[in-house]
Each structure stands twice: as C-alpha cells, then as structure tokens.
C-alpha cells in the first residue's frame, strides 16, 4: 500500500488549506482513511478519520467545526479541509490508513502511512 500526500504550505492565521492524500495499491473502497499531525517536537496526533464508505466521520476535539475529512473512492483520494488555521495547527501532517474497519484514534492501529506534508500557519 502506498499513500502520496500533498497540499500543505504555508498561510496566515485565519485562512484555509486543503490536503489530498492518493492511495494505491489495494481496493481503498474497503478501507479507513484516516490524517494525522506531528507539531514540533511533539508525538503525532490523531486529527481525523473516516470510515471506508464515508458514513462514519471523527474529529479531535482541537479540529472539530474548522476541519472536514471527506474521500473520493472513485479517485482513491481522501481529503481535509483546514479552515480557520490556527498557529497552533503547524504541524507536519500525515495520511494513514489500516487493515482494520473502525476508526480509532491510536497511530500503533496504522500500517501504511504516507511521506508527510508540512502545514505551517503563521500569527
């Protein structure tokens, strides 16, 4: 299984930012897709997670009402859409998904992971 993310950068406080992440390699119709964050000098984070046919949907806490995961099983693509970035939100983020079913919050739950995408949003 492989897993390309893209799309961070560098923005101000305030505006948006959307990440893709392609997958290939299995049916990733069957699958959670899920991202996650690393700040600075800190262990990586669960930000949010979506079931494999997008009926089931978890946030952290620190995301929920700026961030939305959504996927394209047609593209094999899952995405985020950061709104209302915060300094607080810099981190390097990464797409993971697993060969269980549910969503969970635990980064030992996730085999494949992609190579990383640096959001960075500036005060």
């Known amino acids: 299984v492989q897993l390309q993310a893209s799309g961070g950068g560098l923005v101000q406080a305030g505006e948006s930012l959307g990440l893709s992440c392609t997958a290939s390699g299995r049916t990733f119709s069957w699958y959670v897709m899920t991202w996650f964050r690393q700040p600075p000098g800190k262990g990586r984070e669960f930000v949010a997670g979506?079931?494999?046919?997008?009926?089931?949907?978890e946030y952290a806490d620190s995301v929920k009402g700026r961030f939305t995961i959504s996927r394209d099983n047609g593209k094999n693509t899952a995405y985020l859409q950061m709104n209302s970035l915060k300094p607080e939100d810099t981190a390097v983020y990464f797409c993971?998904?697993?060969?269980?079913?549910?969503?969970?919050?635990?980064?030992?739950?996730?085999?494949?992971w992609g190579q990383g995408t640096q959001v960075t949003v500036s005060s």
């Open positions: 979506i079931s494999a046919t997008g009926s089931s949907i």
């Open positions: 993971a998904t697993s060969d269980i079913g549910l969503i969970t919050h635990g980064v030992q739950s996730y085999a494949y």
